[in-house]
């Protein structure tokens, strides 16, 4: 079974056009790899259905807005990958 | 449709918010500069005007699902097929079934028919946003209402 991170770095590479090899937990999906809003969004669109959740980007951005979180703290893909392990769990609970 | 003012829907037939649905008309007008250039004398609606038809069914349909409170902006396009010819005068069927509600992001299943035959389909990306002035959102309610869309999403 693919971990999360797997999952992710497959989605990414293959929506973004970005090498597999240069998609590692410790990078910064916009500094690092380039992907863009737009990109995204098609990535959370893959992300969503593959895990069978909804990734809340709005509150996301709010969070960061005001304050409260980091960009790394969604963007870093390693912490990506735990936000979407935790909406996993909350939907399985 | 009036092609000039980007007008492209002139009125909802359908609009199910528990199914994600919307159907609406669009009239191709006998005459229009577009024509003009595309092409003389062999008039025919360009696949972009078609692809925008999908895009504003699109739009109406997840501002109806958000009840007027944010505006859908086209953000991509995937496996757009434009399939026959659009003619003036054609009375054409736009549709768009929502097939993912992202976090302020939709996607969805559109379709061009005409008399049940598909002309055109395309899978479309709409991001949401606030409306950036008030003066907008008050001229697309007014907008939504002419269509008859206002009156079904807020029932």
């Known amino acids: 079974m693919s971990s999360t991170f797997e999952i992710v770095a497959g989605v990414i590479a293959e929506t973004s056009e970005i090498p597999l090899e240069k998609i590692t937990p410790e990078v910064h999906a916009i500094d690092d790899l380039g992907i863009d809003s737009l990109d995204f969004l098609d990535i959370v669109f893959a992300l969503d259905k593959k895990f069978g959740i909804k990734i809340p980007l709005e509150a996301w951005t709010e969070d960061v807005n005001q304050g409260r979180a980091k960009v790394e703290d969604y963007f870093v893909l390693k912490n990506l990958c735990a936000r979407i392990d935790e909406l996993v769990a909350a939907k399985n609970a | ?155």
């Not at chain 2, 449709?1 to 008309?25: K, N, Q, T």
């Not at chain 2, 038809?53 to 944010?70: C, E, I, V």
């Not at chain 2, 953000?75 to 010819?85: D, I």
């Open chain 2, 1 to 155: 449709m009036r092609l000039e003012y980007f007008e492209m829907i002139d009125s909802v037939e359908e609009f199910d918010a528990e199914r994600g649905h919307i159907r609406a008309i669009a009239r191709v007008p006998m005459a229009s500069p577009v024509f003009e250039g595309h092409f003389p004398t062999h008039p025919i609606l360009p696949g972009v005007l078609l692809l925008e038809t999908m895009n504003h069914a699109s739009g109406y349909l997840l501002l109806g699902l958000h009840r007027l409170t944010k505006l859908p902006l086209f953000t991509g396009v995937k496996k757009g097929k434009f399939r026959k010819f659009v003619t003036p005068g054609m009375v054409l069927e736009a549709s768009a079934d929502l097939i993912h509600d992202g976090s302020g992001f939709g996607v969805t299943k559109a379709m061009i028919t005409l008399d049940g035959q598909r002309i055109a389909d395309a899978e479309i990306t709409l991001s949401l946003v606030d409306f950036p002035t008030p003066e907008l959102a008050a001229e697309i309610r007014r907008r939504a209402e002419l269509i008859g869309l206002a009156a079904t999403a807020s029932a």
